[in-house]
């Protein structure tokens, strides 16, 4: 099959292949929230910052680092997402638009770029985008595997898709956090609901390809309640960080004019676009798309101001 495709592959399917091994549609929209959360918590916090040109700088590397997370792990579950018709079909490295070596060659000249601009940034994001970027490439290469390593999974998935592109944001700002660190424990707790999630939704494809994660470890009964755990305490340190000012209480008026149309809006599917395995999943795109909106509209009046 990869012959064949190399054969017959235009410059235009090969870069539509990368786009889509890019997944910028799965992570953009909580990358990108993310780090103008962090950047607009230090403006909003510590007095005298206003935000400037770092504040989109940090933003693309930060999308940048996410692009070499995805990159990879598509590059490396190639063989694992062939045995599965579904999973093959999203990842061009498993049908052979994109081959193993130019995926990971596309990857690193991405992270290379992601590195440059975290460092134009500030000295805390350059160390914060080049942590990122390290657990990018380790979570997915089977040299090493972070995801195949029960509890490790998910420490080093709460750290690459959450708390750090978090902190990236503050600290291109401000480098004494302060109270916001439970902002960024909150962002952690809610990837960890998510990545949870993942593991039981793929629970029998991934035993079936003998991934050992955090699921494996407690099952996948233990794992729905880790989720659940997870997804509760994350709501508490929200309801802390709102009680400690941390939040301009006016925002809370976005998620209460959205409400009614998330009550209509009631998706089968989560936010990966597969069936839903419970009601937080029917739910995970409408919080995404308030939380954009929240970020849109803070960010709008930062900027105003």
Known sequence: MNVQHAQTRTPRTFLAGLVRLSRWKEHTLFTIPLTLVGALMAAENRAGIELDWRV??????????????????????????ARDPARAHRNPVAIGEISRGEGWAVALVIGVIALALYAITSTGAFWIGALTLVLSILYSWRAVRLKARPVVDILSHVLMLSALLFLAGYFAYDSAPGAIWLVALGAALASAYGQLYNQVRDYDVDRAAGLR???SLVGEQGARRLMYLSMALAALCLVATVLLGLWPLWLLVVPVVLAPLLLVFRPKTDARGTTAIDASGRVQMGFLIVANAVVVVWLVAALLR
């Open 56 to 81: 989109v700088t940090v933003t693309l590397a930060n999308v940048l680092a996410m692009t070499v997370a995805f990159m990879v792990n598509d590059v490396e579950d190639a063989p694992d997402d």
């Open 213 to 215: 994660n955090t699921a």
